[in-house]
């Protein structure tokens, strides 16, 4: 039988902090919000308003798109005081909420 001993953890280099692939700032970053999907209806003309602001935005050399618009205009209404939110939201045409009945 033979008398030699296991080779240490040590030799093993199992006890030694493992170098990552990823740079340190990328360790560090936080995760991107998560995105909820959702659906929601709106008249014609406010969909065609969508449309023509997307052109504008072309015009202007950015593209973006549908959700990006509802975006910015989230953030736009976000950044009124109340008085100007009301009277942007008096705006807006109240629909009947819910599903249009099926025609068969």
Do not use: W
Request: aromatic letters at 2%.
């Amino acid at each position: 039988m033979s008398t030699r001993k296991p080779p240490s953890l040590r030799s093993r280099q199992i006890n030694r902090p493992v170098e990552s692939a990823l740079p340190a700032d990328a360790l560090n970053t936080p995760a991107p919000p998560h995105v909820i999907r959702d659906n929601f209806s709106m008249p014609e003309p406010d969909y065609q308003l969508i449309d023509q602001l997307r052109q504008a935005c072309l015009q202007q050399g950015v593209a973006v798109n549908k959700s990006e618009i509802v975006r910015a205009g989230l953030i736009a209404l976000a950044q009124l005081n109340p008085a100007q939110l009301r009277q942007a939201v008096a705006r807006v045409e109240k629909m009947k909420v819910g599903r249009r009945a099926r025609q068969d």
